[in-house]
């Protein structure tokens, strides 16, 4: 089986700041990588596929990248709206979830 | 908008078959495939397992292989899972979804329904 790691598994930051979230995996994925945003009652909404390709609608702050095993999700300027718990997904053959990055408001 | 909704009972005593139905409603069945993911409280995503629309095409996680079963009914826009012989260990969050034809992300979400296994 393949895993999926993401650091940091917590991240306190303020609205403005740019941040990025890592995913690792155990064996190379190459660009089969998704990002998700989850809050509590809402429906998960898929952000990023293809490890860089952004999915429409979503904010161009948004931005994915990594290839092979080592992947970051970068948001540019943090909105109000973006504290949330963001996972990674691989789909290169079953497919599996990264623990999870819960960004806090600081 | 493609909106998917989850139902069925919140509680299920162990040892019992769990049954969720998700509807598809603002966009065809057809043409995708569709899938169950789960998230027991405090831990990550798990793939369940997925079907294309004609119910021809099924994969299932291999650590619940023996447990589950998904199905589609194209003509109520509707596909189902059931799990059986539920352990408090299968408590979670249990998501329907829409996985893309070409690649194996999960492009629209259902907003989740919470299943407690009572012992």
């Known amino acids: 089986d393949i895993q999926m790691t993401q650091s940091p598994s917590t991240l306190s930051a303020s609205v403005g700041d740019r941040v990025t979230i890592t995913c690792r995996a155990s064996q190379s994925i190459t660009i089969y990588l998704a990002w998700y945003q989850l809050k509590p009652g809402k429906a998960p909404k898929l952000l990023i596929y293809d490890a860089s390709t952004l999915q429409s609608g979503v904010p161009s702050r948004f931005s994915g990248s990594g290839s092979g095993t080592e992947f970051t999700l970068t948001i540019s300027s943090l909105q109000p709206d973006d504290f949330a718990t963001y996972y990674c997904q691989h789909y290169n053959s079953y497919y599996t979830f990264g623990q999870g990055t819960k960004l806090e408001i600081k | 908008q493609v909106q998917l909704q989850e139902s069925g009972p919140g509680l299920v005593k162990a040892s019992e078959t769990l049954s969720l139905t998700c509807t598809v409603s603002?966009?065809?069945?057809?043409?995708?495939?569709w899938g169950w993911i789960r998230q027991p409280p405090g831990k990550r995503l798990e793939w369940i397992a997925y079907?294309?629309?004609?119910?021809?095409?099924?994969n299932y996680n291999p650590s619940l292989k023996s447990r589950v079963t998904i199905s589609v009914d194209p003509s109520k826009s509707q596909f189902s899972l059931k799990l059986t012989s539920v352990t408090a260990a299968d408590t979670a969050a249990y998501y329907c979804?829409?996985?893309?034809?070409?690649?194996?992300?999960?492009?629209?979400w259902g907003q989740g329904s919470l299943v407690t296994v009572s012992s």
């Open positions: 079907i294309n629309y004609s119910g021809g095409i099924t």
């Open positions: 979804a829409r996985r893309v034809t070409r690649g194996g992300y999960f492009d629209y």
């Open positions: 603002g966009g065809s069945i057809r043409s995708y495939y």
